[in-house]
């Protein structure tokens, strides 16, 4: 702690301050005292300009007798004035100084972009104890100084610039971050450090790039499935990775006892690119629990253009959705939508818009109205602006009355108008039912970095475990509250995944649009598939200390499954088989689609 005090600035000049103040009073003292002594007569002025005598080192009093207070600040006021000089420096030269130390740092993480999501990114890195270098071409940029007070070394330029990448001493670096606006540049920066990198000794530098773009990022990821070369890259999509979070943290859903899907109707404010990953994401959930359409409403200023382009994108949500589309905005609303949400939140609505596949006007297109039975269960406000995601969410709380219904509200983080919302002392009773996601604080994080496709892949298999609400009491967590030992059996899960598939000629590639053609598997390749993962099981459970018993007892590590596959129970063998079955749809959910080896992907 103490070190951390005095490595900062401000508590370096607060100690620097303090001691002049010390200086002072020791000086006027001595001097006070000195004269009494002496029966010397001087007034203030005088004992002024002895205190800058010695600061300079001029005073020539050593003739004279020196009490204990001037013996102390004849010492101190040069050293002190030295420190000061060697501070004032460090500040004027911090950057030169930064660009000097750079010669030397190597094992350290490079982040290019300052904004929100670079930023934040630097700061948790920096946090976790490892040497951050950040690269930003604006210099006014409010990410710079937060990056700097956070221990950053920041580096003004042009990120893409080969240069710029020797200086930042990329090629000595574990990983590099490219999180600028624009997604042609952050993949340029990727691209310039290939040659920077080239004759890298050793292990790969890991290279993460953000694409704004989540249909891009999907495409691209099948890059991280097969790396080789000096450098590892990856793609990742903020608000993909927020939408997995956000529903995985708020489920929208519930089942009954028998693990059937209870009626669902889901509201989503803001279809804009979190809201377009929340949309697909809940639909293909839906699809694996209920066999009928998922129920939901869809209101944003430019609700009807945007649901068509996803559904173009995405063909299996015509299928999978029952949508009511409503055009409306609330910083200027009209009499004809405020009515509308009235009806929609009482049970009643009759939404004007494109409805169902065919385009016509009403709930699924057939213009009917919604019973008692469609009204809303869960509500999400997934605006950018985070003040309008509360005033919507207020809006429907105070206007419109609806105060049971859980509202999961969008917000930047968990400070700010987002406090008001976060179980704590700070929440307000007041609004019960509301929750904020702090989008900047699920998805700038470590693991959000380094999460590689495998990784990606285990917290998959994890949220489907949750989904089918398995009775093991470890997997009632969400995969953040899961230590590393329990997201190993999800880990390895994956590993055996990529093995089945290639048992029968298939592999790993990135899902190119949610419900178009895609790979079939035979009957007799998902009896193969199924028994294979029992063999897994089998195998895992043995070497965990597990043996086989007539009643399953966790205490003493018994289980009756534990048998060949030819042996299992029919109704065992069955639900594996399900399980298979659902292997395309789990595989969706994270992004990715089984293809054939022989097939270009």
């Known amino acids: 702690m103490r070190s951390r005090f005095f490595s900062r600035a401000r508590a370096r000049w607060l100690v620097i301050a303090a001691l ?53 600040a004849r010492f101190l006021a040069p050293a002190l004035a030295f420190s000061t000089v060697l501070q004032s420096a460090s500040l004027v030269f911090a950057d030169e100084f930064r660009r000097l130390r750079l010669q030397y740092v190597r094992n350290h993480t490079v982040v290019c972009g300052l ?39 920041v580096l003004i330029g042009d990120a893409s610039d080969p240069a710029l990448l020797r200086t930042a001493r990329v090629a000595q ?10 997604d042609a540049t952050n993949v340029q920066i990727a691209s310039q450090a290939v040659p920077v990198v080239a004759d890298r000794p050793g292990k790969a530098l890991r290279c993460a790039v953000h694409l704004d773009d989540a249909e891009m990022a999907t495409l691209l990821r099948a890059a991280d499935l097969d790396q080789h070369g000096s450098v590892r890259m990856s793609f990742f999509n903020t608000h993909e990775r927020a939408a997995r979070a956000l529903l995985s943290e708020h489920p929208p859903f519930a089942l009954d006892g028998d693990g059937l899907a209870l009626p669902s109707h889901v509201v989503l404010f803001g279809l804009g690119r979190l809201g377009r990953s929340l949309v697909v994401n809940m639909a293909q959930q839906w699809a694996e629990i209920s066999p009928d359409p998922l129920r939901i409403t869809i209101i944003d200023e430019a609700a009807s253009g945007r649901w068509a382009a996803l559904r173009l994108g995405h063909p299996a949500l015509d299928e999978g959705c029952h949508p009511q589309v409503l055009d409306f905005d609330l910083k200027a609303p009209t009499a004809e939508g405020v009515g509308a949400l009235e009806r929609l939140f009482a049970g009643d609505a009759d939404l ?107 917290r998959a298999v994890h949220e489907d475990y949750l989904l089918r609400s398995s009775q093991e009491v470890n997997l009632a967590k969400t995969w953040d509250e899961l230590d590393d030992d329990e997201r190993d059996l999800s880990r390895r899960r994956v590993d055996g995944i990529l093995g089945d598939l290639a048992s029968i000629g298939c592999e790993l590639g990135p899902l190119r649009r949610w419900g178009a053609p895609s790979t079939t598997f035979s009957e007799a390749e998902i009896e193969q598939l199924a028994a294979r993962e029992h063999i897994r099981w089998h195998d895992d459970r043995l070497e965990a200390g597990w043996t086989y018993g007539d009643a399953r007892d966790n205490d003493a590590r018994k289980n009756p499954m534990l048998v060949p596959w030819e042996d299992l129970p029919a109704d065992v063998r069955a639900m594996n088989v399900t399980s298979v079955r659902a292997l395309p749809m789990m595989l969706a959910r994270a992004g990715f689609e089984a293809v054939r080896a022989d097939i270009p992907v």
């Not at 020791?26 to 001087?42: D, P």
């Not at 670096?173 to 624009?182: D, E, F, T, Y």
């Not at 269960?377 to 419109?400: C, I, K, P």
């Open 115 to 153: 904004g929100d999501v670079g930023t934040r990114l630097a700061q948790a890195f920096a946090m976790d104890g490892g040497r951050v270098v950040a690269i930003e071409s604006d210099p006014s940029s409010s990410g710079v100084a937060s990056a700097k007070a956070a221990g950053v070394t």
């Open 20 to 72: 002049w103040v010390a200086l002072f009073v020791l000086g006027t003292g001595g001097f006070r005292q000195q004269a009494t002594v002496g029966h010397i007569g001087r007034s203030n002025l005088d004992i002024l300009y002895l205190i800058f005598q010695l600061i300079t080192l001029q005073y020539n009093g050593a003739d004279a007798v020196l009490n204990w207070r001037l013996e102390i």
């Open 173 to 182: 670096a574990v990983r590099l971050i490219a999180v600028c606006g624009n």
């Open 352 to 458: 004007d818009g494109p409805g169902g596949p065919d385009g016509r006007r009403g709930p699924g297109g057939s213009g009917g109205r919604v019973g008692p039975a469609d009204r809303p269960t869960w509500v999400v406000v997934a605006h950018v602006d985070e003040s309008q995601s509360l005033s919507t969410a207020l809006f429907l709380h105070q206007s419109l009355g609806v105060r049971k219904l859980p509202i999961i509200v969008r917000t930047r983080t968990e400070v700010g108008l987002g406090a008001l919302l976060i179980p704590g002392e700070s929440r307000s009773d007041a609004f019960p039912t509301m929750r904020a996601f702090p989008f900047l604080d699920r998805t700038c994080t470590i693991d959000a970095v380094e999460a590689g496709v495998r990784e990606q892949l285990a």
